[in-house]
């Protein structure tokens, strides 16, 4: 019976909607779960969340997608595991923390330790510029200098927009962006 109603969804989902896997990487603190729990509709999750220390992955629908979302933690080496798995993946999202410009350095390591990695040449990136609710959140043009987005312009199709957990819509823009390269 359950291989039946597995059978069921599956075709039900491949015929509404375009599955798809997103990768969501950046260094520790930056608000990887948090966005994941808020995409997820487990908000009550978000308040009082310890850096996870092992993969998790959620799913959920946005549109048309049905999307399978995998945050990898932000410790060290977690973009390793993240590129074993991504050739599976058809976009990855990297959120950077603006408000707190003494890690911009970390992030931008890391950013170019995913991106200069071959595997990654053909997937679409969404830079989530995330906390820009606080006051001490940096304008976008110095987060991308700082972050050394602009130096992969040319190389990958990557897209940048200010968010915060504080308000939804801001993180929806960042799907509807993917919405529209993936299909
Ligand atoms: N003010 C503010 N705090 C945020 C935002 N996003 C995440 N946080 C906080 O940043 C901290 C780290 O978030 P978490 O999701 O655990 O980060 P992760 O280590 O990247 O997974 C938590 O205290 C969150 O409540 C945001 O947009 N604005
Ligand atoms: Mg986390």
């Known amino acids: 019976m359950g291989a039946l109603i597995s059978y069921f969804h599956n075709v039900y989902e491949n015929f509404f909607y375009i599955r798809c896997r997103i990768g969501i990487c950046g260094i520790s603190n ?45 410790r060290y080496n977690s973009h390793m595991m993240m ?47 995330n906390k820009k609710d606080l006051a001490s959140a940096c304008p976008l043009n110095e987060v991308i200098e700082a972050v050394g987005i602009e130096k992969f312009t040319k190389s990958h199709n990557i897209h940048v927009i200010s968010t915060t957990i504080r308000k939804k819509e801001t993180i929806f823009e960042a799907l509807q962006w993917l919405e529209k390269i993936i299909h």
């Open 30 to 74: 930056v608000g990887k779960t948090s966005i994941l729990y808020l995409l997820t509709k487990e908000e009550e999750k978000i308040y009082g969340l310890m850096p996870n220390i092992h993969p998790i992955y959620a799913e959920f629908y946005y549109n048309s997608l049905a999307m399978k979302l995998h945050d990898y933690g932000g």
């Open 83 to 129: 590129l074993d798995c991504v050739q599976d993946f058809d976009a990855l999202i990297f959120v950077v923390d603006i408000s707190d410009r003494a890690m911009f350095d970390e992030s931008r390591r890391e950013l170019a330790k995913i991106l200069e990695h071959p595997l990654t040449d053909r997937l679409p990136i969404v830079v989530m510029a």
